[in-house]
């Protein structure tokens, strides 16, 4: 079903497109491995005790999506035959048109974290490449892409840059409330790697199991796991929440089972 293409490179991004049938399709992009510190310093304007300690972690090359999974991208795996669960076809809130934009590019949301993994096996299956959900080491440092401010835009944001609910974080201004997701990629403008939207719009899901802080964390970049945790692990902030909550390293979680309108995903595959 789906067919793959290679480019060697696009503005100095290097990336593939899966080819998922019907004109869908999903770009992946080159992270190069490399090794950056993790966590906030403890003098970032409001940050959490849980993104700390600061550590440094060592991560080997990786493709990721360059936009989170778009409500036309779940509709074409949640069609398929299912491999553990099923899946709804169209479960996302937000479901109008976006200033003349098809509703089927906004991401989707209202999804598990059970939801997405079904996903990733089922595109991991039509694709002959072993897809998943980012590690939370892998997803922050896409994020970062090699700075080391609060936002990949430096040390404030702006609603001209992102979707969140337009309350001012530090010497920024005060923007409006959207109240709602964007269709990926609406803010012309991406990280070093090429990634968009990863400040805001939904939070997303990532391998991990919670856990309250970083003392013992793996150096590896490898997805961190708990037999005492019951939760998994979200990054990057929404589209009702406030600024702080959309910092390269912020934090949250939720239940696996849980679906609402502000958690979404993106995908990560080792090699082409």
Not at 198 to 206: A, F, K, Q, S, Y
């Amino acid at each position: 079903m789906a067919k793959l293409i290679i480019h060697k490179k696009e503005a100095k991004t290097k990336y593939y497109t899966e080819d998922l049938g019907d004109n869908i399709k999903l770009e992946m992009i080159a992270i190069p491995g490399g090794t950056f510190i993790m966590g906030s310093p403890t003098e970032e304007l409001k940050r959490f005790d849980d993104e700390g300690p600061q550590h440094q972690v060592t991560v080997p090359s990786f493709y990721i999506g360059r936009y989170t999974i778009t409500q036309a991208q779940w509709k074409a795996m949640a069609e398929l035959e299912p491999i553990e669960k099923e899946l709804e076809l169209d479960p996302s809130n937000f479901k109008e048109y976006y200033e003349g934009i098809d509703r089927w590019q906004r991401p989707v949301e209202q999804v598990s974290w059970d939801d997405a993994k079904e996903f990733c096996v089922r595109l991991s299956r039509e694709t002959d490449r072993e897809y998943r959900l980012p590690t939370e080491a892998e997803w922050e440092y896409a994020c970062r892409s090699g700075t080391t401010t609060p936002f990949h835009f430096g040390e404030t944001i702006s609603t001209e840059l992102a979707n969140y609910n337009g309350s001012a974080y530090g010497e920024g201004v005060e923007g409006g409330s959207r109240g709602q997701t964007t269709p990926v990629g609406y803010f012309k403008v991406a990280n070093n790697f090429g990634l968009s939207d990863m400040h805001g719009n939904v939070r997303e899901w990532c391998e991990d199991d919670w856990h309250d802080d970083y003392e013992n964390a793996p150096t590896d970049g490898k997805a961190w796991f708990s037999e005492e945790s019951r939760n998994k692990l979200t990054r990057g902030g929404s589209w009702d929440y406030n600024p702080l909550y959309c910092r390269s390293a912020i934090r949250s979680d939720s239940f696996r089972d849980v679906r609402i309108g502000n958690i979404g995903f993106r995908v990560v595959c080792i090699a082409p």
